[in-house]
Each structure stands twice: as structure tokens, then as C-alpha cells.
């Protein structure tokens, strides 16, 4: 192994380190209390290393979030990967993706927090969350390509970002059970993709 490699290699465990280190404290205590100095001391790495890496603790709270959205996403091209009918695969989808978050801690610590006045990770879920909702858009817009080559790029820009909105709406506010939740994004799926006569 080169020593460039071993050096990217140490980055990416420092990274990961930090990463599990501040999902804890999040869970355990909120993020507004989570403080960027006692991440570092319970990494076992030094402040300027935790900022060169992530910024400022915006950058971890954004590192956070990222790491988490990568794991739902992984979990959900498994979801759509299971079913043939377009529909079906959607309804599986938004399910799994709101009983996850129903059952994320993470994602539980920062929707607790914002109902009380912590709302310090809930932008990268809503407002700054580009790269979330971007990575959410592009997963998306691929499975639909490959799996209805037929559709215009309107449609599937149309379709992904509906589907995006709607359920990243039912994440923040839940307000129906994720099975209801997941019939109603496929019936709109199904709308918005059926050849028109």
C-alpha cells in the first residue's frame, strides 16, 4: 500500500471515528449540547484535526446527516430493487423509508429536538439539505430511467421531485401511518407515469 493510500486510509477512519463519536453525543444529548471539543476528546483526535476535516461543527452536522442519508439510500435501492411493478416499488420505498426514520435514533434525537427549540440538524434534512435531496433525486431519476426508458426526462424530472418533496414532507411531520403514506406516493407515481391516451 502506497503512502498516500495508507494516509487517505487513516483519514477515512478518523472520519468514521468522528463521525460514530458525534452520532453518539447527538442521540445521547441533542445537538444543540454537543460541543465540537469533547467530540474530538472522545475520537481520540485533536481539535484542528476535527476541523480541518469538517470545518466547523456545521460541517460535522452536515458530515452527520450525510453519513446517515447514504444508509437509508443504500436500504432504499434495495427496497426498489425488489419489486417489478413501478408502483409496488415506490410504495415499498417511502415505507421503508419512514419506518426507518421512525426508527432512526439519530433522526428521532434531531425531530425531538426541533419540537423543543433544537432545531440544529433539522435544516440539513429540510432547507440545507442540497446534497441530500440532490443524492435522493439522482438515486431516483436512474432507477426510473432504467426501469422506463419510455418516459420523457420531463416526467421523470417531474415524478422524482414529487416523490422527493412528499416524502421528505412525511420525515419532518408525520401525519399518516408509512403504509397509507406509501399508497398514496405510489397512486401519484402511477399517475404522473401512465401513458397518456
Known amino acids: ?102 426508527d432512526n435514533p439519530l433522526l428521532l434525537a434531531v425531530l425531538t429536538g426541533s419540537r423543543s427549540g433544537d432545531a440544529g440538524l433539522l435544516p440539513f434534512l429540510t432547507s440545507r439539505s442540497e446534497s441530500i435531496r440532490e443524492s435522493a433525486r439522482a438515486l431516483l431519476a436512474t432507477w426510473f430511467e432504467q426501469r422506463m426508458p419510455e418516459l420523457l426526462p420531463s416526467q421523470v424530472e417531474e415524478t422524482v421531485d414529487a416523490v422527493v418533496r412528499l416524502v421528505i414532507s412525511h420525515v419532518v411531520a408525520p401525519a399518516l401511518e408509512p403504509v397509507d403514506v406509501g399508497e398514496r406516493v405510489a397512486h401519484l407515481v402511477d399517475a404522473l407515469v401512465r401513458p397518456k391516451n
Open 1 to 102: 500500500m502506497s503512502g498516500e493510500s495508507l494516509r487517505l486510509e487513516f483519514r477515512r477512519q478518523v472520519r468514521e471515528r468522528v463521525l460514530t463519536t458525534a452520532h453518539q453525543h447527538t442521540v445521547e444529548r441533542g445537538w444543540e449540547r454537543v460541543r465540537v471539543g469533547e467530540v474530538a476528546v472522545d475520537s481520540g483526535v485533536s481539535r484542528p484535526t476535527l476541523y480541518r476535516e469538517f470545518g466547523n461543527k456545521d460541517g460535522l452536522g452536515e458530515a452527520l446527516m450525510n453519513r446517515e442519508a447514504e444508509q437509508f439510500f443504500a436500504a432504499i435501492r434495495d427496497a426498489l430493487a425488489q419489486h417489478d411493478e413501478v408502483p409496488r416499488a415506490i410504495a415499498a420505498a417511502t415505507r421503508l423509508t419512514l419506518e426507518q426514520a421512525s
